[in-house]
């Protein structure tokens, strides 16, 4: 199997010194044509770009990212035109990794074999499915692999030790680890010194996983995590989008200027 565009990006940064850069974005906020300006203009300072499906039930997510969803899906965003994005982006930045995150019964209506199919022949280089747990999501991880379409284990606070092994051991190239107990874009209620002394015990067990941060991580925070792999924002980019569509500002500049701002912080 070739060397995946996620762990290129990671041995890349690791050479550098310094951990990946993750953004996440909801596809088609504020409207499809923005969400591809944003996408291609923040990819110039993120190493990985994570897209989220719009969903209407958004177990996992906070306010921020509920407006972002809510936007998308006001202006008929569907699962067809997420793939368009994809697609359209892959053809400016065939080398940037995409990552779609999302919930599992979009996948359902579509059937596993095909979602997966599209997936591939778009561009995505990897999945993370929020509500698809270990061990019931081994069949769908395996067909992901199938197609070199990196499937990303979720990792929790609360994971035990004994499951944090298994989840190492059938992880792909990356492993995303929640830092705290919430939604997206809670403050941090745990000290980044207590986050890293986490993400180290899953880091010991398999030193040469891709291991990365997400929940609760801002400018003020992501200085104090750079020994990790890799750092996930989303709720700060949504939440400035929000800010940008109620000042009638252009979100795509500044969106792109915090994400600059980012990765000034930990290079």
Request: charged share 25%; aromatic share 8%; net charge positive.
């Amino acid at each position: 199997m070739k060397v995946s565009l996620i762990n290129s990006t990671f041995k890349k940064t690791k050479k550098e010194n310094r951990p990946a850069l993750l953004t996440y974005t909801v596809a088609g906020d504020n409207n499809k044509k923005i969400s591809l300006e944003i996408l291609k203009s923040i990819s110039n300072y993120a190493d990985i770009c994570e897209i989220g499906f719009p969903h209407n039930t958004p177990i996992a997510d906070g306010g921020q990212i509920q407006s972002s969803t809510y936007r998308a899906l006001k202006n008929g965003i569907k699962i067809k035109d997420v793939f368009s994005i994809v697609k359209n982006f892959k053809k400016l930045k065939a080398d940037k990794p995409v990552i779609l995150m999302g919930y599992y019964n979009m996948i359902y209506q579509y059937g596993d074999n095909n979602f997966i199919n599209i997936c591939k022949k778009v561009g995505v280089d990897g999945l993370i499915v929020i509500d698809l747990p270990y061990p019931e999501n081994k069949i769908f991880a395996k067909k992901c692999k199938k197609k070199n379409i990196s499937f990303i284990q979720l990792i929790s606070p609360t994971t035990s030790k004994n499951r944090m092994k298994k989840i190492m051991q059938d992880s792909h190239d990356m492993v995303y680890y929640i830092s705290m107990l919430s939604t997206t874009g809670g403050k941090l209620k745990v000290s980044p010194k207590k986050i890293l002394e986490n993400y180290n015990k899953i880091k010991n067990l398999n030193k040469k996983k891709n291991i990365v941060i997400g929940f609760g991580i801002t400018e003020k925070t992501i200085g104090s995590l750079k020994k990790a792999d890799g750092l996930v924002v989303g709720s700060a980019l949504c939440g400035e989008i929000s800010k940008s569509v109620e000042k009638r500002q252009n979100p795509v500049t500044n969106v792109t200027n915090i994400v600059r701002r980012l990765k000034n912080k930990i290079i």
